[in-house]
């Protein structure tokens, strides 16, 4: 049990600590550890994919193996890398915005990371038993049920596991939303970053169920002899395109408005000024994530669906640009009249407005349906998504890996590596992917493996790679500010940036119950607020009593583990019989600690008043 | 917040499953996730709408299905969404005996419907040869209607934890929310099995 | 079936509110049988042609859950704003979900 | 399509035509350089829309620059508290608004433009081809005029030509960049689409949706060629005799060995409707070997000799006897020598 801020410990109290904790700022620590192991495996794919492209007809791997390197390395770094690494912010930071103590269920949510956590190992597993998924990160029925190796199996039931931690971490992150602010925390006085999430996880929880039905259909036809993509037995492939972008386009909006969210509390941190236009922000992430579930067939602009479809969705999709419109106009508002800062938090930010307005425009673009029947899967695509996702959300998450760093670590990252990995990244980033543009238009699909010699594309793609090594340069530079920072950084204050937001209130790194007392919240940005009227710190809502807190447990972990056996039970009960002993056993394993969960009552336990009033502040 | 005592009219609030920060996150957690449960049973449906013409010339819905069970397994199940609300009430009015009462008689009447079921799948099987992997409408048919037995299976193993683990326990803060989101589950089963009966049944035979 | 038990454990006043209240979930329970016989009768006698019978059908399955969601579940109770939300928010997603399904899969 | 934007789309063509010359782009590959009315419809809408980013991007980057220069934090000033704004409506209104016209200016032509590619009116008198997907080859079927072929399309200029298009296998997506814009070739559902070429040339074709480890060799080539050459075309496929005997010896001994080795049983030759295998009727009149490579007779070899160096995943190899060097030489020989007609790629005027 995790009594207070203990002092030196061994390493395998650590361990043990971080493999029970159910506190939501570890929680948090796990997924950036994990997300970032995964960024760094999909980021390898990247530099193999762009290392193969580096000239025509290149034989650097071959083309089974390519085609397992493009599925990783989107599955990768959309489902392992993006998604968790912003779950992990979430966890880290929004309970402190609301000034809660925890999240609503601490044990689902540490249940949500091991999920992800053995989904993600089981899928990489692939890599060593047979053969990677590859039939693109999208998964397009008949092909993935008719590739001849494992991988694609591996693809359902490792998304299948991580998908199903993150929609248990969606809904943690609601109810937390929902049931546990402060006093005078209104919906209208939350952060930004706090209404992202809170958006982003209702978007989880409506679209991570289509993921998860087509998932199924797809393992009953691989596993089980199903017919639902089989077209000799009446099965019909459109469905799993349907099914996969009705999750797939709020997925990719999953992806950003966190970004977007936590760029509006820096930008507004950074330039002193309170965040212009604060409701029309909360409600155009609204209407994005509307519109969002209204879109989805623009990745099908070519399969035929007809030119009533098309012209729809074309323009539901154009829509979109209208409330994005507003948020970065507003951001821009923001800054304007302030009194800006410019340090490696700030750099990431500000090079997020113009890479993801191109990126955004070149999506109006691709919505053009007659403008799309050229761009469409084509390297066009490829340059767009990246500009969005590299540009939008990658940067999101280093600006805000170095915002709240000294907030969930204690430490702060070394400004000049924090400028030199950003410089290098940000001039690799546009060297790779701007010229990609043309190259799409002039007639280089994506997924190729090679493109033949004569072609015109030999240029384009050398540059593209010149610039994927910059990329890598910046990242190497990044984990090495991470390594030294963690060794000898200079420790933060509490209050590192002048903030404005509770998490600003808390201790660098806070006590493992949040705040002593539940502060009382008098109004948007409520630390400024305090500072502004000379207080300097947060009125208590509450007498200083008894905290309650839960109990540490194993249980996650040993269910995870459970299923990630069942996990290769199912996968290889095709070849033999006996596997479904593995299946077994697995599931076993899993509902058993389920069953011992619910039986076993876990009521917490308390801080009491006096150990409280003994802590220094 | 101390849970291990039971309820008394004193402390008897009069919603016992909300009256503390735990009860109301559980409550509030199972709605959302059954939000999340109506897009998984939508896709659900949808694929079968998609394909329920798929026959590859095996039998069609037309020709299998029979509307007299299926009234009885319709019956049977709004029948055990009434007895859950019996038990709430009996919970909200602080009789716990009667609240277990009505609970077993629940599961006994899903029970009912998860036999009903399975006697029909066994009978689409062995007299018309129906089955998941004889057409794309095959394999719609059963995961559709087995991910709604499935539901049933594991509400009813949830209910017998339930009531095993609290038998001799009475109610109190701590279980009150639990019984609570477990009626709510309940009735989200019967939910899409109106839909199920409509959709899958009637309009198959309607055609 | 309602008899009064331990009626001293509860406030009077609540247990009279609860016992109206099932009062009504009890109307709920029989209007939903009925539609659940209409239902079952009109596709059985076949009177209708399925053009009329497929849209009566689907109506008497949306007004069923409606009594299930509002009355049987509580929605229509207070402290029920932000779950109404999510429900119907789940719903829309669920339209959209079988309109690209049932539709456009086929356009 | 739409008058005023005549000029802005020549001084496009103009900067990109300069783009294209300094080798950035080829030729009768490229979708910057249209010449197709699918091309076309695209490029102008690929034109305004990027005119119209550009026009957004650089507000952006205006407004952005200014912000920049003027409000960095001046020294001296570290405690410049700036005023709180919480926002101005008029503001937000005008940011709101002229995104919405803009979109419009963008959305009209595109629904008319998607309507108008869908037409199907004239597919009922025009030339109606069949188009197959296979991995990783592509077979044709000229509706009506009893004749297959596999790799070449070979198409009048001018002409409207409709596609039908299934594939047999996975979902495979037909794309031209210079002529048309591409549309998916799925297993269930017929897809239909028109492509009319503007100029006699031989254009590059690929697929465009990943279709195992060899999607990235599925090219074939789309041949222009004069309405007149066109329909000489249809006639000398229409005479050619399966059964006739090449001339030479060596290619004899390359036919028997052809029909020894049971290539009969996935290929034709002539206007049989198999289609397990590309259809080799013009084989020696095609722009290439196996879709990729130059069309020699050392390709032909290498290809029968072990078709999986060359396309890994294809369906050919292992489903045929063993052949030594010799034997497969012959057998090119005698493919190289299928030459039914005077109209080829070569003579589509490169
Ligand atoms: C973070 C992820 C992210 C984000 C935010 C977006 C945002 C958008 N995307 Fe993108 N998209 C992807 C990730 C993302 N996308 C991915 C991963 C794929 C490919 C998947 C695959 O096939 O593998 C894809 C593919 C994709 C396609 C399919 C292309 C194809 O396969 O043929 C389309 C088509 O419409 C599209 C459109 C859009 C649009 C219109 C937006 C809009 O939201 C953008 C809105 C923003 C702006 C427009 C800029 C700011 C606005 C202003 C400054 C106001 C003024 C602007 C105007 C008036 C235009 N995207
Ligand atoms: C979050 C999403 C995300 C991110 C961040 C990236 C990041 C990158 N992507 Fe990726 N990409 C996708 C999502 C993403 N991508 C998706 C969804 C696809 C489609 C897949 C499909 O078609 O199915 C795709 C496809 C894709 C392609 C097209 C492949 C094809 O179609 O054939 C290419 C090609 O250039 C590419 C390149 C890159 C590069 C160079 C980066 C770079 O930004 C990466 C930068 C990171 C690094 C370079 C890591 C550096 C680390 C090290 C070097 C390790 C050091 C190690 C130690 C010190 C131990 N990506
Ligand atoms: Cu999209």
Not at chain 1, 567 to 588: C, E, N, P, R, S
Request: net charge negative.
């Amino acid at each position: 049990m995790s009594k207070a801020a203990t002092q030196k410990r061994g390493f395998g109290a650590v361990l043990w600590d971080y493999l029970t904790t159910v506190d939501h700022k570890k929680i948090g620590h796990l997924y950036l550890f994990g997300g970032g192991f995964f960024f760094i495996l999909g980021g390898l794919e990247a530099m193999i994919i762009r290392i193969q492209l580096i000239k025509p007809n290149n034989d650097f791997v071959s083309a089974g193996l390519y085609n397992e390197m493009i599925t990783m390395h989107g599955t990768t770094m959309i489902f392992l890398a993006a998604m968790p690494i912003l779950l992990g912010l979430m966890n880290a930071v929004m309970p402190l915005q609301i000034g809660a103590r925890d999240v609503a269920f601490p044990f689902l949510n540490s249940l949500g990371f091991w999920l992800f956590l053995f989904g993600g190992i089981l899928l990489n597993c692939s890599w060593f038993l047979g053969g990677a998924p590859d039939a693109g990160w999208t998964a397009y029925a008949p092909l993935s049920t008719t590739t001849p190796t494992h991988g694609v199996d591996f693809y359902i039931m490792g998304l299948q596991l991580s998908g199903a931690g993150t929609l248990i971490g969606g809904i943690n992150f609601l109810v937390t939303i929902v049931n546990m602010r402060a006093p005078g925390m209104t919906y209208m006085r939350m952060p930004l970053f706090t209404w992202t999430t809170f958006i982003a996880s209702s978007l989880i929880l409506f679209a991570f169920p289509a993921l998860t039905v087509g998932l199924f259909l797809l393992m009953f036809d691989r596993m089980f002899g199903a017919a639902f993509f089989d077209v000799a037995l009446g099965g019909n492939s459109i469905i799993w395109e349907h099914i996969f972008w009705i999750f797939g386009h709020p997925e990719v909006y999953i992806l950003i408005l966190p970004a977007f969210g936590l760029f509006s509390d820096i930008f507004s941190t950074f330039s002193k000024k309170r965040l212009f236009g604060y409701t029309a922000m909360v409600f155009a992430t609204v209407l994005i994530a509307f519109l969002g579930f209204m879109v989805w067939a623009h990745h099908m602009f070519t399969v035929g669906l007809g030119p009533v479809a098309n012209s729809i969705f074309a323009i539901a999709t154009m829509a979109i640009a209208v409330p994005t419109g507003i948020k970065i106009f507003n951001w821009l508002g923001t800054m304007w009249g302030g009194s800006i800062t410019i340090n490696s938090a700030m750099l990431w930010a500000l090079a997020f407005i113009p890479s993801f307005t191109v990126g955004g425009m070149t999506g109006v673009m691709v919505a053009s349906a007659v403008a799309d029947y050229q761009y469409h899967d084509t390297y066009f695509v490829v340059a767009h998504f990246h500009y969005v996702i590299v540009g939008g959300t990658l940067f999101g998450i280093l600006a805000g890996l170095h915002y709240w760093w000294p907030k969930m670590f204690g430490k702060i990252l070394h400004e000049g590596m924090g400028k030199l990995a950003f410089w290098t990244f940000f001039i690799g980033f546009h060297l790779t992917f701007f010229i990609q543009h043309f190259l799409g238009l002039m007639g280089m699909p994506r997924r190729y493996w090679v493109y033949l010699e004569d072609q015109g594309l030999d240029f384009g793609n050398l540059v593209s790679t010149i610039g994927a090594f910059f990329m890598a340069f910046g990242v190497i530079v990044f984990l090495i500010n991470v390594i030294y920072t963690t060794v000898k950084g200079e420790k933060a204050a509490d209050d590192p940036w002048d903030g404005r937001t509770l998490e600003w209130a808390t201790s660098s790194p806070p006590a493992f119950y949040n705040f002593k007392q539940t502060p009382l919240v008098r109004g948007l940005d409520p630390l400024w607020i305090e500072k502004t009227d000379g207080n300097g710190k947060m009125t208590p809502a509450e007498p200083l009593g008894d905290i309650h807190m839960p109990n540490n447990s194993f249980v996650p972990f040993v269910m995870s583990l459970g299923f990630f056996i069942a996990g290769f039970g199912f996968i290889y009960q095709t070849d033999h019989k006996a596997w479904l002993i593995v299946l077994f056993a697995g599931m076993a394993i899993g509902l058993g600690s389920m069953l011992y969960r619910s039986l076993k009552d876990d009521h917490g336990y308390h801080i009491t008043k006096e150990e409280l009033e003994r802590e220094a502040d | 917040m101390s849970h291990d005592h039971s309820l008394n009219p004193e402390t008897m609030p009069n919603e016992p499953e909300k009256a503390t920060l735990e009860g109301k996150n559980k409550f509030t957690g199972l709605w959302f996730f059954l939000g999340g449960e109506t897009v998984l049973f939508a896709t659900l449906f949808g694929t079968y709408l998609a394909l329920r013409n798929s026959t590859a010339g095996g039998p069609s819905s037309e020709e299998i299905f029979g509307l007299e069970l299926v009234f009885i397994m319709t019956i049977l199940l709004l029948t055990s969404s009434l007895t859950s609300v019996y038990a709430m009430y009996h919970m909200k009015n602080n009789n716990y005996k009667k609240m277990q009462l009505w609970l077993i008689i629940t599961g006994l009447l899903g029970l009912g419907f998860l036999s009903c079921e399975i006697y029909e799948f066994v009978h689409y099987i062995t007299h018309y040869e129906f089955t998941f992997r004889s057409s794309a409408f095959g394999s719609a048919f059963y995961t559709l209607v087995g991910f709604h037995g499935g539901h049933v299976l594991f509400g009813l193993s949830w209910l017998a934890a339930l009531l095993i683990r609290n038998g001799k326990r009475g109610l109190n803060l701590y279980n009150a929310p639990k019984f609570y989101v477990f009626s709510l589950y309940w009735h989200f089963i019967d939910v899409v099995w109106v839909f199920i009966f409509t959709v899958v049944y009637l309009m198959g035979k309607v055609g | 079936m309602m008899e009064n038990t331990n009626s001293d454990n509860v406030n009077p006043y609540q247990k009279q509110k609860n016992k109206e209240e099932m009062k009504k979930q009890l109307i709920t329970f029989a209007a939903m049988i009925v539609f659940t016989l209409i239902a079952f009768s009109i596709v059985a006698t076949e009177l209708m042609p399925s053009m009329f019978v497929v849209p009566i059908l689907l109506i008497l399955a949306v007004i069923q859950v409606g009594f299930q969601f509002y009355y049987f579940m509580h929605l229509k109770d207070k402290g029920h704003d932000m779950v109404a939300v999510m429900i119907f928010g789940g719903v829309f997603a669920a339209m959209l979900t079988l309109a690209g399904l049932v539709a456009i899969t086929w356009w | 399509m739409i008058g005023w934007m005549g000029k802005f789309r020549a001084l496009f063509l103009l900067s990109l035509v300069a783009l294209v010359l300094s080798g950035c782009g080829k030729e009768n590959l490229t979708a910057l350089v249209p010449k197709g009315y699918g091309a076309e419809s695209s490029m102008d809408l690929i034109i305004l829309t990027t005119v119209v980013m550009l026009f957004v991007f650089l507000i952006v980057m205006l407004v952005y620059v200014i912000v920049l220069v003027r409000f960095r934090k001046k020294k001296g000033q570290e405690d410049f508290i700036p005023k709180q704004v919480e926002g101005n409506k008029t503001l937000e209104t005008i940011w709101t608004i002229i995104p919405i016209l803009l979109l419009l200016v963008i959305a009209v032509p595109t629904v008319a433009a998607t309507f108008d590619l869908a037409d199907q009116n004239g597919s009922s008198e025009g030339i109606n081809i069949q188009v197959t997907g296979n991995q990783y080859w592509w077979h044709f079927n000229y509706m009506g005029e009893e004749i297959q072929t596999s790799q070449d399309l070979y198409i009048p200029e001018g002409e409207r030509v409709y596609l039908n298009m299934l594939s047999s296998d996975v979902i495979h997506s037909f794309w031209v960049p210079s002529i048309s814009g591409k549309m998916d070739v799925n297993p269930e559902n017929e897809n239909r689409m028109y492509i009319e070429a503007y100029e006699e040339g031989v254009y590059w074709g690929k697929c465009a949706e990943l279709c195992g480890p060899s999607h990235s060799l599925m090219d074939f080539k789309v041949v222009v060629v004069s309405p007149e050459e066109y329909d000489q075309w249809i006639e000398d496929m229409q005479n050619v005799d399966p059964e006739e005997e090449p001339l030479d010896a060596v290619a004899q001994e390359g036919k028997a060995l052809f029909e020894e080795n049971s290539c009969m049983g996935c290929h034709a030759i002539g206007s049989s409707p198999a289609q397990v295998g590309p259809n080799l009727t013009n084989f020696g009149d095609r722009s290439t070997v196996a879709g990729i490579l130059e069309p020699t007779k050392d390709n032909l070899t290498t290809w029968i000799m072990d078709p999986e160096s060359i396309k890994p995943g294809n369906k050919m190899t292992g489903n045929y006897p063993d052949l030594t060097e010799e034997e497969a030489d012959k057998i090119a020989e005698y493919l190289m020598q299928l030459q039914p007609s005077e109209v080829t790629p070569d003579s589509a005027g490169n």
